[in-house]
């Protein structure tokens, strides 16, 4: 009798090690990551009247944040192997006043990303000033600083690291190495980890992961850009821009635009 209960102990101990194995190796480099991402308007708008170019612009956008709602939550998704990763906007029906603020440009209307953590090619198109905007560059070079700071994001325990982008815009980044993708969501990458939780406080928003779904995922850059699509790289997209928004809006409110639509 003894020996019959050894077998079955030992079968159910290499059963339960198999599943378990099969769990964690079940594509830990694929997968989906859903992020809501939460834009605080009303102090976003704010410091649009800060950076105002003269008193009328500084009134209208008081105003303007008067009537704006707190924040927006905006729904991301993020598929990612171990090459690559595509960011997308989940398109929903949002308040008037959100949408009023999405045709002005002044709430991002939906951007989409690309970057090929292999070869460093990164693509995004947005809406802006009523125009498809597509850029097709190289990912972005953030200076990462790691700390002994954890927090659990959707089930993953996971370290922050605290960054330097586009030369001057800090972000805090929280990244898990349970998932070995270098990636993030948004332009941000470059951490030994996927990013989870993300906030850029100049920018008045912050991002973190409801739902990892680890699994097998197609990802094509050549699906990413139609084929009338004009692709230009950051520098062209910012001259372009600034040739029809800069003098109205004044070169700090169009700095701040263009690294909420680049972020």
């Known amino acids: 009798m003894r020996t019959i209960r050894n077998i079955i102990a030992l079968f159910l101990i ?3 090690d198999k599943s378990a194995v099969g769990q964690y190796a079940y594509f830990p480099d694929q997968g989906t990551v859903t992020f809501e991402k939460t834009v605080f308007l009303k102090n976003l708008i704010k410091r649009y009247a800060a ?20 924040n927006q ?83 993953y325990q996971c ?32 951490l030994p980890g996927m ?6 406080p100049e920018l008045h928003y912050n991002m973190f992961a409801t739902k990892v779904e680890l699994g097998p995922v197609t990802i094509s850059a050549g699906d990413f850009l139609k084929k009338k699509d004009k692709p230009l790289n950051r520098k062209q997209v910012y001259d372009k821009l600034n040739a029809v928004l800069g003098d109205y809006l004044g070169i700090k409110v169009y700095n701040l635009v263009m690294g909420c639509y680049y972020l």
Do not use: C
Request: charged share 25%.
């Open 14 to 16: 290499l059963f339960l």
């Open 51 to 70: 950076y105002a170019k003269d008193e009328d612009s500084r009134r209208a956008f008081k105003e303007m944040a008067d009537q704006a709602p707190e």
């Open 73 to 155: 939550v905006l729904r991301k998704t993020l598929k990612f192997t171990s090459d690559a990763v595509l960011y997308e906007h989940v398109s929903e029906e949002y308040p008037e006043a959100a949408q009023g603020l999405m045709r002005m440009g002044i709430l991002e209307s939906g951007i989409n990303m690309y970057q090929n953590l292999k070869t460093s090619e990164f693509k995004s198109i947005f809406e802006l000033a009523g125009e498809r905007i597509t850029i097709a560059d190289s990912t972005l070079k953030i200076k990462w600083k790691i700390t002994n700071e954890y927090r659990e994001i959707a089930g």
């Open 159 to 190: 370290r922050r690291a605290n960054g330097l982008v586009l030369d001057s815009i800090y972000a805090v980044a929280f990244y898990t190495d349970q998932i070995p993708v270098s990636g993030g969501p948004s332009a941000f990458n470059g």
């Open 195 to 200: 990013i989870l939780g993300l906030a850029v």
